[in-house]
């Protein structure tokens, strides 16, 4: 089963403005991702304290989301280098 990602406009303008190599490691993760969106052993997954929210980690980089589980939905909230996110 497959969940469909969901972007917020301004985690897909901090994906466009990284380089093409980086680029490509977010989008083969996110391929990850869409599989199992919880805490597994090929992510570098934590839910967030006192949250709803996950916290996927790609290098220096977080991505925060949210899954709605009955419409098999990942709603990617934000994006943002590693101290600047939280």
């Not at 916290?55 to 925060?64: D, G, K, S, T």
């Amino acid at each position: 089963m497959t969940y469909k990602l969901i972007f917020k406009k301004n985690v897909i303008k901090f994906i466009e403005k990284r380089n093409p190599k980086d680029k490509e490691n977010i989008d083969s993760k996110l391929k990850i991702l869409k599989n199992n969106p919880f805490p597994n052993s090929l992510l570098d997954i934590k839910k967030l304290s006192n949250s709803p929210f996950y916290r996927l980690r790609i290098n220096n980089y977080r991505f925060v989301y949210d899954i709605i589980d009955n419409e098999l939905v990942i709603l990617m909230l934000d994006g943002d280098n590693r101290g600047d996110i939280y």
